[in-house]
């Protein structure tokens, strides 16, 4: 069952909640923030982890192994990789900021549109939405930017309108089920307007989800973005963007290892990240 599916799975069929004492955040949620906060970190204030240029590179010093003063070694230019990766954080993750706030915004109005006035206007936006989520993502990606153009803010938008079928869906679906409810229904019964118990009480009871899919949703967009920079329909060179840096490694995989590996290892670990933190946020909700 996808993340998606247990978070529109009907109240009733949900077990009751159970009362806990003295509740624990997991080692594993704690890994995860750790990781997340450490990337927030180096993409607001990178000067702070190293003091090497991003794009600058050391007469040779051209693909060094991982060693003392290069911790994770230099590539074909003798530019520092650990500087290349932390300086590359601010613009991966502001890309995916962007990413997932324009799926977020969109998917949500389309998705509260539908499920609060029903009718035709849910039929009509609903069509739309299937229609958004049977292109495959990468393609639907592809197709933006080459209308678009590329570049980081242009990847970035690319990828968000590939996720704003799956936040209108969830959106959809959590307020249909918040409006059938029976306070909702007490409200309307006692004199409520259509906007007062939207406002007060359907929103504030149905984008708990959204917002817990949001964190999923970003690892996934760390990932396609990666993918495009990777392919090229990304960030331009000599930007140290992550799914570039792999990209620019993947020619020396076999003389310079560390050029590839330690990109990718950092962004499996922030989707990872992203993956657990979108759990703790789902099992807080249950």
């Known amino acids: 069952m996808s993340l998606i599916d247990q978070l529109v799975r009907p109240k009733a069929s949900r077990?009751?909640?159970?009362?806990?004492s003295g509740y624990k955040v997991p080692a594993g949620a704690l890994l995860?923030?750790?990781?997340?906060l450490l990337a927030m970190a180096a993409a607001i204030a990178p000067g702070l982890f190293t003091d090497y240029s991003a794009t600058e590179g050391i007469a040779g010093a051209q693909r060094l192994a991982p060693q003392a003063g290069h911790w994770l070694g230099?590539?074909?230019?003798?530019?520092?990789?650990?500087a290349r990766i932390v300086w590359g954080a601010s613009h991966s993750l502001s890309a995916a900021v962007v990413a997932v706030s324009l799926g977020l915004l969109a998917g949500t109005l389309l998705g509260v549109l539908a499920g609060a006035t029903g009718g035709k206007t849910e039929a009509a936006v609903m069509r739309i939405i299937d229609v958004?989520?049977?292109?495959?993502?990468?393609?639907?990606?592809?197709?933006v930017i080459i209308l678009l153009g590329f570049g980081t803010i242009n990847a970035a938008i690319a990828v968000g309108?590939?996720?704003?079928?799956?936040?209108?869906?969830l959106a959809r679906a959590e307020v249909v089920r918040v409006r059938h409810s029976d306070?909702?229904?007490?409200?309307?019964?006692?004199?409520?307007?259509f906007w007062s118990v939207l406002w007060r009480h359907i929103l504030p009871n149905s984008l708990t989800s959204v917002i817990a899919f949001?964190?999923?949703q970003f690892g996934n967009a760390i990932l396609a973005l990666s993918t495009l920079s990777f392919l090229g329909y990304g960030t331009p060179p000599p930007t140290p963007e992550w799914g570039l840096l792999i990209a620019e490694g993947r020619n020396y995989i076999s003389t310079a290892w560390?050029?590839?590996?330690?990109?990718?290892?950092?962004?499996?670990?922030?989707?990872l990240a992203a993956n657990r933190i979108s759990r703790q946020f789902s099992g807080a909700r249950r």
């Open 15 to 20: 077990p009751a909640p159970r009362r806990v």
């Open 32 to 36: 995860a923030w750790l990781v997340m």
């Open 74 to 82: 230099t590539d074909q230019l003798g530019r520092d990789l650990y």
């Open 214 to 216: 949001s964190a999923l």
């Open 161 to 169: 309108v590939t996720s704003i079928a799956n936040f209108a869906r």
């Open 183 to 193: 306070y909702v229904e007490a409200a309307y019964g006692s004199g409520g307007t």
């Open 258 to 271: 560390w050029l590839t590996t330690f990109p990718g290892l950092v962004v499996v670990a922030i989707v």
């Open 132 to 143: 958004l989520l049977s292109i495959p993502g990468l393609l639907l990606s592809l197709s």
